[in-house]
């Protein structure tokens, strides 16, 4: 990394210092108005106790008390270490957790001056969600890293991104298709079951298996609810019925974009041996799931904002494609994004197969396995 990259990078590390700092004390130390931290924290206590995870509990939540838990009984067990320390410091270590993730995970995958615009453009997004203290930074983070981990043939570590993610917000499962396009399909899929199956037995470390199936009913009870409220949230779906007065469900929608989604690698499967291929796909999957995603809210979009700015970053600028970028970023996110997904889907579609000697290497040659785990992640950088 030059110098002037380094400085640049302490800069952006200090500008993101002072975010989470702000977001801490204006959540934390201000004011306590704010409750969605404290249902995240609540919730392993409530586990710990034997309560339902999902009801109401707005006494211990502040005045603005006005949601519910909604991640898995998995998730409330992942919550734990913030339940044994202050409020304050509970805070801190989350929003420095969903920031700091995100930002190594992006330098992990970017050359350093590219990752530098990479996190100034992200910035901004980054913010609204450590401000919201919402996990979706945390999110973004862990899909990054497992796409990574399948590149470097990290089969388990990749799995457990994608477990995590997934106890979380259940999108995450999306991107198991690159364990399923991954040269070792059969191995990746079973690191992955592994993995998934250990982290939804985890609350069984304090509650019995009868108690744990019940609360999982009750998740899902909550989550089915949550899916016919068709007016919440910013994805395509609420959006379309507002511009055309309908009150059509979310499913047709969804499967529409599903199926524009996997569209590349079912016309273009020969095209997944391409390392810029595979990246553009991972930018997609990004924006997928929060355009899709029926309980889309506005902090949601630092997700889509890192496919987009990952992306953009990796091309070649245009006036349209920034114009497009800029119109996401600035705060009216839905149909911006959809072009942009839908840009890059052109793209995915017309490229073209890389020569051989320009694409990387497979993992099909055993002998060249744990070579191809330190020459992956390179390569992957090169072609960004």
Same mark, same amino acid.
């Given at each position: 990394?030059?110098?002037?990259?380094?400085q640049?990078?302490?800069?952006?590390?200090?500008?993101?210092?002072?975010?989470?700092?702000?977001?801490?004390?204006q959540?934390?130390?201000?004011?306590?108005?704010?409750t969605?931290?404290?249902?995240?924290?609540?919730?392993?206590?409530?586990?710990?106790?034997?309560?339902?995870?999902?009801?109401?509990?707005p006494?211990?939540?502040?005045t603005?008390?006005a949601?519910?838990?909604?991640y898995?009984?998995?998730?409330?067990m992942?919550?734990a270490?913030?339940a044994?320390?202050?409020?304050?410091?509970?805070l801190?270590?989350?929003n420095?957790l969903? =920031?700091?993730?995100l #930002?190594? $995970?992006?330098t992990?995958l @970017? *050359?350093?001056?590219?990752?530098?615009? /990479?996190? %100034? &453009?992200?910035?901004?997004e980054?913010?609204?969600?450590?401000?919201?203290s919402?996990?979706?930074a945390?999110?973004?983070?862990?899909l990054?890293?497992?796409?990574?981990?399948?590149?470097?043939?990290?089969?388990?570590?990749?799995?457990?991104?994608?477990?995590?993610?997934?106890?979380?917000?259940?999108?995450?499962?999306?991107?198991?298709i690159f364990?399923?396009?991954?040269?070792?399909?059969?191995?990746?899929l079973? =690191?992955?079951?592994? #993995?998934? $199956?250990?982290?939804?037995? @985890? *609350?069984?470390l304090?509650?019995?298996? /009868?108690? %744990? &199936?019940?609360?999982?009913?009750?998740?899902a009870?909550?989550?089915?609810?949550?899916?016919?409220?068709l007016m919440?949230?910013?994805?395509?779906?609420p959006?379309?019925?507002?511009?055309?007065?309908?009150?059509?469900?979310?499913?047709?929608?969804?499967?529409?974009?599903?199926?524009?989604?996997?569209?590349?690698i079912?016309?273009?499967?020969?095209?997944?041996?391409?390392?810029a291929?595979?990246?553009?796909?991972?930018?997609?999957?990004l924006i997928?799931?929060?355009?899709?995603?029926h309980?889309?809210?506005?902090?949601?979009?630092?997700?889509?904002?890192?496919?987009?700015?990952?992306w953009?970053?990796t091309?070649?600028p245009?006036?349209?494609?920034?114009?497009?970028?800029?119109?996401?970023?600035?705060?009216?996110?839905?149909f911006p994004?959809?072009?942009?997904?839908?840009?890059?889907?052109?793209g995915?579609?017309?490229?073209?197969?890389?020569?051989?000697s320009?694409?990387?290497?497979?993992?099909?040659m055993?002998?060249?396995?744990?070579?191809?785990?330190?020459?992956w992640?390179?390569?992957?950088?090169?072609?960004?």
């Amino acid at each position: 990394m030059s110098n002037s990259s380094v400085q640049h990078r302490r800069w952006l590390l200090a500008v993101y210092a002072v975010g989470v700092a702000v977001a801490t004390l204006q959540r934390g130390v201000w004011s306590r108005e704010h409750t969605t931290f404290a249902i995240f924290r609540q919730s392993f206590l409530h586990l710990f106790r034997h309560q339902n995870l999902y009801a109401a509990y707005p006494l211990e939540q502040g005045t603005a008390a006005a949601d519910l838990f909604k991640y898995s009984p998995s998730a409330a067990m992942l919550f734990a270490p913030l339940a044994a320390v202050p409020y304050p410091v509970a805070l801190l270590g989350w929003n420095l957790l969903n =920031a700091g993730l995100l #930002v190594y $995970a992006v330098t992990r995958l @970017l *050359p350093p001056r590219r990752a530098n615009l /990479a996190l %100034l &453009l992200l910035a901004p997004e980054v913010f609204v969600a450590v401000q919201s203290s919402s996990s979706n930074a945390l999110i973004a983070g862990l899909l990054l890293l497992a796409a990574f981990a399948y590149e470097e043939g990290r089969l388990l570590r990749a799995g457990g991104a994608l477990a995590v993610g997934a106890a979380i917000k259940i999108f995450p499962v999306a991107a198991l298709i690159f364990g399923m396009m991954h040269v070792y399909r059969r191995r990746a899929l079973l =690191a992955a079951a592994v #993995v998934f $199956a250990a982290v939804l037995a @985890l *609350p069984l470390l304090v509650i019995g298996p /009868a108690e %744990l &199936l019940e609360q999982y009913r009750w998740w899902a009870t909550l989550q089915a609810r949550d899916a016919r409220d068709l007016m919440f949230g910013l994805s395509l779906m609420p959006q379309f019925r507002h511009w055309w007065e309908v009150r059509w469900p979310n499913w047709p929608v969804q499967a529409v974009g599903t199926v524009l989604f996997l569209l590349p690698i079912l016309l273009r499967r020969d095209r997944w041996r391409s390392r810029a291929f595979r990246f553009e796909y991972l930018c997609s999957l990004l924006i997928y799931v929060v355009l899709f995603n029926h309980q889309a809210e506005r902090q949601s979009f630092v997700i889509a904002a890192t496919g987009a700015v990952l992306w953009y970053v990796t091309t070649e600028p245009t006036r349209e494609r920034s114009l497009l970028l800029a119109l996401a970023l600035i705060g009216v996110p839905t149909f911006p994004y959809l072009a942009l997904w839908l840009v890059i889907h052109a793209g995915l579609l017309r490229r073209e197969g890389e020569a051989e000697s320009e694409a990387p290497r497979t993992m099909s040659m055993a002998r060249d396995r744990m070579a191809l785990r330190r020459r992956w992640p390179a390569s992957w950088r090169q072609a960004s």
